[in-house]
């Protein structure tokens, strides 16, 4: 079975700084993605980065990275210079071929608050 | 914008009722996901197509069911509806659904109420 879990229900963190939104996964297979994603209070679920698991670097798109460690199947998202506008559902989701197709599986998610 | 669309964006409607949702994927995109967003079940996967063909299901009620049209647009189709099933429903599509690069890309969802 594939499982996400995000410790965090909330977060703030002040404008301008940065802020790692915490992801465990377990799953058995040996090939698999994941992934993040913000969902704004307007709901629409907006995709920010992937991490393959055979990928040897850590994922990076603009202010977005991603802190993965497989050992510890840790796959944190990291959020530099925070600005309003990152305040959101962050949902991290792992895709895999055990469940017998690469559907994702989702986190609770974690709110994140930007404080001015 | 995602590139994918669904429609209403919007569904009030009573206990018992049958309803059906929309989805257009993306152009190119082959694959067709539905995923159901509730405060108490989270983010579920409920049911894959690809290609017109059903490739793999999730906690998918026996309620429901959803096909796949030649043109590649899906509908989700929700009958005997109940409190419960009230909820924000997403469809997403991928190029391929298949690999663990299988980045999907979510349309802005339906909003369902059932009273």
């Known amino acids: 079975a594939q499982k996400i879990t995000q410790t965090q229900p909330g977060m703030f963190v002040q404008e301008k700084e940065a802020v790692t939104l915490d992801c465990t996964y377990d799953?058995?297979?040996?090939?698999?993605?994941l992934f993040w994603y913000k969902q704004p209070s307007s709901g629409e679920m907006i995709f920010l980065i992937y991490?393959?698991?055979?990928?040897?670097q850590n994922a990076t798109e603009g202010r977005y990275s991603l802190n993965f460690q497989k050992a510890r199947k840790s796959a944190n998202l990291v959020i530099s210079a925070s600005q309003l506008g990152d305040s959101a559902m962050y949902f991290c989701?792992?895709?895999?071929?055990?469940?017998?197709?690469?559907?994702?599986?989702f986190g609770k998610g974690t709110k994140l608050s930007v404080i001015p | 914008d995602s590139g994918v669309t669904q429609t209403p964006k919007h569904l009030i409607t009573a206990t018992g009722q049958r309803v059906t949702l929309r989805c257009s994927p993306r152009s190119g995109d082959l694959s067709v996901y539905w995923y159901q967003q509730s405060l108490d079940q989270g983010l579920q996967f409920l049911i894959q197509y690809y290609n017109g063909e059903e490739r793999a299901k999730g906690n998918i009620l026996e309620r429901f069911s959803a096909q796949q049209f030649p043109d590649l647009h899906s509908e989700l189709n929700l009958s005997s509806l109940e409190l419960g099933d009230s909820a924000l429903y997403f469809c997403?599509?991928?190029?391929?659904?298949?690999?663990?690069?299988?980045?999907?890309?979510f349309g802005p969802g339906t909003r369902l109420t059932v009273l």
């Open positions: 997403a599509s991928s190029s391929n659904g298949a690999g663990e690069r299988n980045e999907q890309f």
């Open positions: 989701a792992l895709a895999a071929s055990g469940a017998g197709s690469y559907q994702l599986t």
């Open positions: 991490q393959g698991s055979y990928d040897e």
């Open positions: 799953t058995s297979d040996q090939s698999y993605g």
